[in-house]
């Protein structure tokens, strides 16, 4: 059983940075795809950033230029930098990630707010 485990959230002023890490319990190269989502209260969950396995990259437009997705493969770990961070930024934010036969694995979601 594959366990996504995130972590890095807490809070933080507007204008700042924060970068999340998802570690997984099994090697990343099992997946095609792994993503970073976020629910916000009151609102449905949305997808946030994306990369596949080829290192393809995709991001919300609400958070183009100011987020970066990355994989580090000998760590097992996804990160998602997050730079200029709004408060409508706050959320909690989940690490996804598509098994190449098909599962999907969610983490169980790391808080993130931006207030002053």
């Known amino acids: 059983q594959v366990q996504l485990v995130e972590s890095g959230g807490g809070l933080v002023q507007p204008g700042g940075s924060r970068r999340l890490s998802c570690v997984a319990s099994?090697?990343?190269?099992?997946?095609?795809?792994m993503a970073w989502y976020r629910q916000a209260p009151g609102k449905q969950r949305e997808l946030v950033a994306s990369?596949?396995?080829?290192?393809?990259?995709s991001n919300a437009d609400s958070v183009k230029g100011r987020f970066t997705i990355s994989t580090d493969n000998a760590k097992n770990t996804v990160y998602l930098q997050m730079n200029m961070l709004k408060p409508e930024d706050t959320a909690v934010y989940y690490c996804?990630?598509?098994?190449?036969?098909?599962?999907?694995?969610w983490g169980q979601g790391t808080q993130v707010v931006v207030s002053s």
């Open positions: 990369i596949t396995s080829g290192e393809n990259t």
């Open positions: 099994g090697s990343i190269f099992s997946f095609t795809v």
């Open positions: 996804y990630a598509r098994h190449r036969y098909g599962f999907d694995y």
